[in-house]
């Protein structure tokens, strides 16, 4: 009798295990950040999670290094269907989503801890929630990191000496306006031809997360890098709409479970990331530049103008919770 009933019991868990609903899929998972950088380990952890968790039916192919193009082409990739996820900067999806644009207001997030309560709770929700008629889903926020600016001109002090510079900077009106108020001369590039404009000398610098500097070669072509930690790179995982809707109920909930997951371990990886990746920096013979608080603080009061201007823009209540959870003020 125990004998029957221990094998009705593990004919029930066979069964349970089995009760998810699998196709057999290949998902072509996309990012214009090079391998090695902690948003592309995430999407390796990814695809190996995904992989295991769906018993083999459902695959992500991670490709890395922009092979499918840049972040503008490769979006549009998802709307249209060709290309089925992505991960890329939170707050450049204001160009769909004017909301999202408050996460790329400078020098205001110094917290990851707080940017994770509030990515992974209420504001990341209300965020996400506006990208369907957009065409795409978000899954999960992961992260690349603090921004640093980097250039082959002079070292970087003090917020004159960013005056003229003509800095590479993401293709987001926002990021465009800071480094203007900063006195730099801002160049919007997507990012695959960044290495041979540095290297021509098209533009004088750029700005990224060190990790990203390193594994990207920019430390052969750059000689200063400042630790401005002018921007908090939040990351945005991305599922096209037109995928996400061929996929039933058990599949979309697997996708989503392991994305949010994945972030746990991809935010641990990245934060590591960070501090290693100066050393090698400065160990690859640049010069790495820590910038006086009192500096910081006056580059701050410099695009305050830029914050207040794109606040306007956002959520009133959106705006109060981020503000509020930051303790940033506008007065």
Known sequence: MKLIHGLLAAALLATGAQAQD????TIKFAATGQEGTPPVQGMHIFAQKLEEQSGGKLKARVFANGVLGGDVQVLSSLQGGVV??????AGNMMTQAQDFGILDLPFI???EEVMDALLDGEVGR??????????????????????QLTNNSREVHRLEDIAGLKVRVQQNPL???MWRALGANPTPMAVTELYTALETGAV???ECTAPFALTAKYTEVQKYLSVTRHNYNPQIVLIGKPFWDKLNDDEKALIQKVAQETAVEQRRISRAAQDSALEEIRAAGNVVTEIAPEELARMQEAVAPVIRTYA?????????????AVGFSLD
């Open 22 to 25: 699998y196709s057999s899929r």
């Open 84 to 89: 089925e996820m992505m991960v890329w900067n």
């Open 109 to 111: 997030y110094q917290d």
């Open 126 to 147: 209300r965020l996400t929630d506006q990208l369907p008629e957009h065409g795409v889903i978000g899954l999960s926020f992961w992260e690349q990191g603090f921004r």
């Open 175 to 177: 990021l465009v306006d």
């Open 204 to 206: 004088d610098g750029q």
């Open 312 to 324: 306007q823009t956002f959520d009133p209540e959106l705006v109060r919770t981020v503000f509020d």
